[in-house]
T-cell receptor, first 113, second 116 residues
Framework: DGGITQSPKYLFRKEGQNVTLSCEQN?????MYWYRQDPGQGLRLIYY???????QKGDIAEGYSVSREKKESFPLTVTSAQKNPTAFYLC????????????FGPGTRLLVL | GENVEQHPSTLSVQEGDSAVIKCTYS??????FPWYKQELGKRPQLIID?????GEKKDQRIAVTLNKTAKHFSLHITETQPEDSAVYFC???????????????FGQGTILTVHP
């Protein structure tokens, strides 16, 4: 999982602002995922992508958007429509279209000013 | 969709004791069950996983058992050590085709504390 990087480590968002979280992997994995982690609620799936130029909504996609223009990159935008964005955001990737183990990046902690 | 319930939410043991964490799932199509360990402020890391074609898997002090009929699976840690203290998550994934493939549903997590 050392081949998955996320930036920044901490991110501050102002009211009405869109912010983008970066996720890059050099593992040549097909599938990439975004999760949100809140205390006591485990990990919840926001969006996932099994191949380039294709992605699917997860369980809590409202207020978020993604793109998958390159195999190694899967950025997540937290839009102003997401009213409670404070959370720990984790990106993951896996091989073989998602049939294999998911490995996680180090995470980005998003805070609202 | 899939629903995964995990118990207990907190577990406190003495060093050297065993710890057991249990999960139940709802989707009979699920056939991949990983367990992740997450230390405070860190990323989740896979510690063991099991597929539905086996009932038990061991890796040193860690084992996972699966009962497909009852739709539950458990993590067993023997001879616990203080460094085992962390949050443990179970997850389940269906082996269906199309867009469901690889989608993990996580349990709520168990905070394990091992006292020296």
């Amino acid at each position: 999982d050392g081949g998955i990087t996320q930036s920044p480590k901490y991110l501050f968002r102002k009211e009405g602002q869109n912010v983008t979280l970066s996720c890059e992997q050099n593992l040549n994995h097909d599938a990439m995922y975004w999760y949100r982690q809140d205390p006591g609620q485990g990990l919840r799936l926001i969006y996932y992508s099994q191949i380039v130029n294709d992605f699917q909504k997860g369980d809590i996609a409202e207020g978020y958007s993604v793109s998958r223009e390159k195999k190694e990159s899967f950025p997540l935008t937290v839009t102003s429509a997401q009213k409670n964005p404070t959370a720990f955001y984790l990106c993951a990737s896996s091989n073989r279209g998602g049939r294999e183990t998911q490995y996680f990046g180090p995470g980005t902690r998003l805070l609202v000013l | 969709g899939e629903n995964v319930e995990q118990h207990p939410s907190t577990l406190s043991v003495q060093e050297g004791d065993s710890a057991v964490i249990k999960c139940t799932y709802s989707d009979s199509a699920s056939n991949y069950f990983p367990w992740y360990k997450q230390e405070l402020g860190k990323r989740p890391q896979l510690i063991i996983d099991i597929r539905s074609n086996v009932g038990e898997k061991k890796d040193q002090r860690i084992a996972v058992t699966l009962n497909k009929t009852a739709k539950h699976f458990s993590l067993h840690i023997t001879e616990t050590q203080p460094e085992d203290s962390a949050v443990y998550f179970c997850a389940a994934s269906p082996n269906a085709g199309g867009t469901s493939y690889g989608k993990l549903t996580f349990g709520q997590g168990t905070i394990l504390t091992v006292h020296p």
